[in-house]
């Protein structure tokens, strides 16, 4: 399965997983994820049509030139990359701060700036992408010897994959009201996987910089009232989040199925910490065998 970035929470080691959950009938639906981050069920499933959106601008315009100016991003990254690795362990680090300022204020646009996009997200400190208040993106470099930038086969299997997807960086409100509307008019089969930022597993565990807006509690309720709307136009959905609690308070009055899996995870500050997790997976249908099991 390729992946052209990093991404915290990605279901790059769980998409094989997620498959078994997947709708009878899911290869003739439109396949659309508002919250893509590395788009690892899409491209573990590869559909044929779909829909990929994230509120992370830059992410999204990353996606449109992978999709249609492989070769020159290809270039792009291949010179940040031997930049990078020409400057030594200490010009290392020069190097990524001095391409992080460019890259906060905005002086590179289009290819450049996707380009930029992708060194950082290689070099910075596991792959994090996290935002300040005004939008900067402010992750410190990361402690690789050699890492590998330009990855050019992925990229030029990821552009492949992605030809004739289409792309959104419209908020998670506004690309589910207008999936709704057009639910409205005309039923199309359609899977919807929805995989937000978590609901903190604890205390400090509250990340969920990855644009300045952040995501609240507040949006998580939003986020179920939608996906019930979705169910209600026809639409099949699927939701990932954390097993706790409050994720577990929030779906269980749906009637919806809710299974929980563990997923690796590798980012924490405390090594003794990492490890599977358990995550929950919400399902607006139930197969025919799982019908007759909860009759009975």
């Given at each position: 399965?390729p ?18 959950f ?13 919250f ?37 991003l ?29 890259f906060?204020?905005?002086s ?33 470099i ?10 050019e ?24 009201s ?11 089969p ?45 639409a099949?959905v ?10 577990l ?48």
């Amino acid at each position: 399965m390729p992946s052209f970035i990093k991404w915290v929470g990605s279901k790059r080691k769980l998409a094989k997983k997620l498959n078994e959950f997947l709708p009878p009938g899911v290869e003739n639906m439109r396949h659309v994820e508002p919250f893509a981050g590395s788009a690892a069920l899409f491209f573990e499933r590869r559909p044929k049509r779909a829909l990929l959106a994230d509120s992370n601008e830059d992410l999204m315009l990353t996606y449109r030139v992978v999709r249609d100016d492989v070769d020159e991003l290809v270039r792009h990254v291949r010179y940040l990359e031997s930049q990078f690795k020409s400057c030594g362990i200490a010009g290392s680090a020069r190097h990524y701060y001095s391409v992080r300022e460019t890259f906060n204020d905005h002086s590179c646009k289009g290819i450049s700036r996707a380009a930029q996009f992708i060194y950082l997200n290689k070099t910075c400190f596991n792959g994090v992408w996290r935002v300040n208040s005004t939008g900067d993106f402010n992750v410190p470099i990361g402690d690789y010897d050699s890492p590998v930038i330009c990855d050019e086969e992925t990229l030029r299997e990821c552009s492949a994959l992605l030809q004739g997807v289409s792309f959104s960086s419209s908020s998670f409100d506004d690309l589910l009201s207008s999936l709704i509307m057009d639910l409205e008019v005309e039923r199309s089969p359609t899977f919807v996987y929805l995989d937000p930022p978590y609901i903190p597993a604890s205390e400090t565990a509250n990340f969920t910089a990855y644009t300045k807006a952040g995501f609240s509690l507040e949006d998580h309720r939003r986020l179920r009232d939608f996906a019930i709307e979705l169910s209600t136009r026809g639409a099949h959905v699927m939701l990932s989040n954390s097993h706790t609690p409050l994720a577990l308070t929030l779906y269980q009055d749906t009637g919806w199925r809710i299974d929980v899996v563990r997923s690796p995870r590798s980012l924490n500050s405390d090594a003794r910490k990492r490890g599977a997790v358990g995550e929950i997976v919400v399902r607006s249908w139930l197969r025919a065998e799982e019908a007759k099991e909860c009759a009975q």
